[in-house]
């Protein structure tokens, strides 16, 4: 196996909306290159990883197989990365780069390849939650690159199809030059697309990222003794707002019940999984909830358009307010953690 490191300076991406999600969160950029698509089969041969800091400084680590048997040694580097920041940023990921990462894993006997952390995956934001997909021919990550007036930047010119060839090529390959040159093909291409797939964060302000956000989920950060949450489902009914997620770290039991003076209930279960059942109020087809009831000090709030009277309005039959509830939800989560003793901590 060989490591490649490359380090770069790139325009920092900063937005207040995405600050309000991800504040002092570290992210990884990620992506991976394969034998194949079927995971059953077909090995990694080489994973990236970038991360990058507000001052534009940024490292590209790359893990490149010699041969498939490198393979294991890779993906044990790999999860000293994943250990290094808070959530990732893919392309396509969710269905493809980290279940296959799960899968090889798996295959190998390799423990710890569970990814409760969060990953936000531009292709399912693009796709989902923005008019892009109407407005260019596809959502190919190179497709969306050319629309933001990023191809130049660049340098590649291989698929990843085609990167399955020339690492064929490389395998067979007696040249030590040829092979160089192969090696170096494969790298550049996996190198460009973390570099690029940075580079189309600005598009997320074309996009309705609180609604992207509410149906995809987003982190909280632990603190106090609590892990890191990665919200998965934020959901209103008849009964109440419930939150769904799993939580990063050694896995405990915990539990409580709605009271009168907690006015939620909740679970975590040792599959990392974690519920929180909150109390609402409904008035004519509409869902309210009762800032009063959760928070000493809610002045925040009252900044947003759906803040009325010590209420926040978070939905209308079908209609939600997606900005409130996921802001009431981080919120919420935060003092969850501030005022209740985490097992783990007693353990």
Same mark, same amino acid.
């Given at each position: 196996?060989?490591?490649? *490191?490359?380090?770069?300076?790139?325009?920092?991406? $900063?937005?207040?909306?995405?600050?309000?999600?991800?504040?002092?969160?570290?992210?990884?950029?990620?992506?991976?290159?394969?034998?194949?698509?079927?995971?059953?089969?077909?090995?990694?041969?080489?994973?990236?990883?970038?991360?990058?800091?507000?001052?534009?400084?940024?490292?590209?680590?790359?893990?490149?197989?010699?041969?498939?048997?490198?393979?294991?040694?890779?993906?044990?580097?790999?999860? *000293?990365?994943?250990?290094?920041?808070?959530?990732?940023?893919?392309?396509?990921? =969710?269905?493809?780069?980290?279940?296959?990462?799960?899968?090889? @894993? @798996?295959?190998?006997?390799?423990?710890?390849? &569970?990814?409760?952390?969060?990953?936000?995956? +531009?292709? !399912?934001? +693009?796709?989902?939650?923005?008019?892009?997909?109407?407005?260019?021919?596809?959502?190919?990550?190179?497709?969306?690159?050319?629309?933001?007036? !990023?191809?130049? $930047?660049?340098?590649?010119?291989?698929?990843? @199809?085609?990167?399955? $060839? %020339?690492?064929?090529?490389? !395998?067979?390959?007696?040249?030590?030059?040829?092979? *160089?040159? %192969?090696?170096?093909?494969?790298? %550049?291409?996996?190198?460009?697309?973390?570099?690029?797939?940075?580079?189309?964060?600005?598009?997320?302000?074309?996009?309705?990222?609180?609604?992207?956000?509410?149906?995809?989920?987003?982190?909280? =950060?632990?603190?106090?003794?609590?892990?890191?949450?990665?919200?998965?489902?934020? *959901?209103?009914?008849?009964?109440? %707002?419930?939150?769904?997620?799993?939580?990063?770290?050694?896995?405990?039991?915990?539990?409580?019940?709605?009271?009168?003076?907690?006015?939620? $209930?909740?679970?975590?279960?040792?599959?990392?999984?974690?519920?929180?059942?909150?109390?609402?109020?409904?008035? =004519?087809?509409?869902?309210?909830?009762?800032?009063?009831?959760?928070?000493? &000090?809610?002045?925040?709030?009252?900044?947003?358009?759906?803040?009325?009277?010590?209420?926040?309005?978070?939905?209308?039959?079908?209609?939600?307010?997606?900005?409130?509830?996921?802001?009431?939800?981080?919120?919420?989560?935060?003092?969850?953690?501030?005022?209740?003793?985490?097992?783990?901590?007693?353990?």
């Amino acid at each position: 196996m060989k490591i490649i *490191k490359n380090t770069h300076k790139l325009e920092f991406f $900063s937005s207040k909306i995405i600050n309000q999600y991800f504040g002092d969160m570290r992210m990884g950029v990620f992506d991976i290159e394969t034998m194949g698509l079927n995971p059953s089969r077909c090995p990694i041969i080489l994973t990236g990883f970038m991360v990058i800091s507000p001052n534009g400084d940024c490292t590209v680590t790359q893990y490149f197989a010699d041969t498939p048997e490198d393979e294991r040694l890779i993906l044990e580097y790999l999860k *000293k990365d994943f250990q290094d920041v808070d959530y990732v940023l893919t392309y396509n990921g =969710k269905h493809f780069d980290l279940p296959f990462v799960e899968k090889r @894993a @798996a295959i190998l006997g390799l423990d710890g390849f &569970d990814f409760n952390f969060y990953n936000m995956d +531009l292709y !399912l934001i +693009l796709n989902g939650h923005s008019q892009l997909k109407y407005l260019i021919k596809n959502l190919k990550q190179k497709t969306v690159e050319e629309y933001m007036g !990023l191809q130049s $930047s660049r340098e590649d010119e291989i698929s990843g @199809a085609e990167s399955v $060839s %020339l690492y064929e090529a490389f !395998l067979m390959c007696q040249n030590a030059d040829e092979k *160089k040159a %192969l090696r170096e093909k494969i790298l %550049l291409h996996n190198h460009d697309d973390l570099i690029q797939l940075y580079k189309l964060m600005p598009i997320l302000r074309s996009t309705d990222i609180h609604r992207a956000f509410n149906s995809l989920g987003f982190p909280v =950060k632990g603190h106090s003794g609590w892990p890191y949450m990665n919200l998965t489902s934020v *959901k209103v009914s008849y009964t109440g %707002l419930t939150l769904l997620g799993r939580y990063y770290g050694e896995p405990f039991s915990y539990m409580s019940y709605d009271t009168f003076t907690d006015n939620f $209930s909740c679970e975590f279960n040792t599959e990392n999984r974690f519920s929180f059942k909150i109390r609402t109020e409904r008035h =004519k087809g509409n869902t309210f909830i009762n800032l009063k009831l959760f928070f000493d &000090d809610y002045e925040d709030f009252k900044i947003y358009p759906n803040y009325v009277n010590d209420f926040l309005f978070i939905s209308s039959g079908s209609s939600i307010n997606a900005l409130e509830i996921n802001m009431f939800a981080k919120k919420f989560l935060q003092r969850f953690m501030d005022e209740n003793i985490c097992p783990l901590m007693v353990l």
